[in-house]
């Protein structure tokens, strides 16, 4: 017998799906991007396509309630499933959130994690259309199905990327895994004193504020993919950063047939960030390749459109993509290349 995590979750994923093949014409992508798409319109004049991904959260596995408020909890649900839909430079409309419960939690809980919910939904104009609830034996499980449209020439997957196009990502990162240090020290430090006067286990998280709204609160890109647009801009290629640049890069490689060199000094980093990597004794390069739950926007353009790309605001040129013979490199800053390596978090493990 196999044990699953010797796969990780993109092999398992790979292993089951490798040989299906779609029964339906309206099927257009399916297993292996961040969204598949469909086309269910047999007109040939209509260019919308119809986005759809799925995501699931788990207690003890993807989140912890002794540090995660439920409303920030249900915000960060919805957030993740739209950030699919943005990368493939779609547009989210509407959810499926489907909940399993144990006995543990209120009516008053349920209305905190949905208040979450609605909030998320109301900034990027997006309804809750329906879900399903139900019991369950080991705490709380959210899965949220998101729909989402593109028209077909703007519709941009994981296997676009060309030799010679330039490698982008938005905002920072690594902001999220040092919000998520920071989360765990301070739980350490209040497991540590439970039963103390509550004045001893107030946790401390002066300035690093950013941090953690970066792990509890994240904001999918919305504002990153308009800007592309109003550039005139339409990236071959692109995937959101959820599991580490390092291993969303290697993606791009893998499906797109190409390699790809990125610049370590290119790599945006937050101040807040570094001095965090620094204080608990960490790389912050290792942290932004391989941290992940950033929810930044990965994507390549054409050599072509540097000039446009560099013009827009909180979006950075690290790299660029190679023939595939040629491998996917990190270059540090003193000009040595090393292998990237997708060293993320692995759920499966």
């Not at 010679?164 to 020290?185: F, H, I, K, P, W």
């Not at 000094?265 to 960030?273: G, L, S, V």
Request: glycine share 8%.
């Amino acid at each position: 017998m196999t044990d699953i995590s010797t796969l990780g979750e993109f092999g398992l994923i790979k292993h089951l799906t490798h040989d299906m093949k779609p029964h339906n014409a309206s099927t257009l992508c399916g297993v292996g991007d961040d969204c598949a798409v469909m086309q269910y319109s047999t007109d040939p004049a209509d260019t919308r396509r119809v986005l759809l991904t799925t995501d699931m959260l788990m207690q003890g596995v993807h989140f912890d309630l002794v540090y995660t408020p439920l409303k920030h909890l249900g915000y960060k649900a919805v957030m993740v499933n739209l950030s699919d839909v943005y990368a493939m430079n779609g547009t989210p409309r509407q959810l499926l959130v489907s909940l399993a419960v144990d006995r543990r939690f209120t009516v008053e809980h349920m209305e905190e994690l949905y208040a979450g919910m609605r909030l998320a939904c109301e900034r990027h104009g997006v309804d809750i259309v329906g879900g399903d609830t139900t019991t369950s034996l080991t705490g709380l499980a959210i899965s949220i199905t998101c729909i989402g449209e593109a028209d077909a020439a703007d519709v941009a997957t994981r296997s676009g990327a060309h030799d010679t196009d330039l490698l982008c990502v938005s905002g920072n990162l690594g902001a999220a895994y040092m919000g998520l240090q920071m989360m765990e020290r301070e739980k350490k430090v209040f497991m540590e004193q439970k039963g103390q006067p509550e004045t001893m286990v107030q946790p401390d998280f002066q300035g690093r504020e950013y941090l953690i709204e970066r792990i509890l609160k994240p904001e999918a890109r919305r504002d990153v993919v308009e800007r592309i647009r109003e550039a005139g801009i339409r990236p071959t290629a692109m995937i959101d950063v959820s599991d580490g640049l390092s291993s969303e890069a290697m993606h791009l490689c893998e499906m797109s047939g190409v390699g790809c060199r990125i610049y370590e000094e290119k790599i945006p980093i937050d101040y807040q960030t570094a001095v965090a990597a620094e204080e608990c004794n960490l790389n912050v390069y290792t942290a932004a390749l391989n941290g992940g739950e950033d929810y930044e926007l990965l994507f390549t353009v054409p050599l072509a459109q540097h000039e446009a790309v560099a013009q827009l605001d909180d979006v950075h040129i690290i790299g660029y993509m190679t023939r595939a013979e040629l491998g996917r490199k990190l270059i540090t800053r003193d000009g040595n290349e090393f292998d990237l390596k997708a060293q993320g978090w692995n759920p499966l493990a």
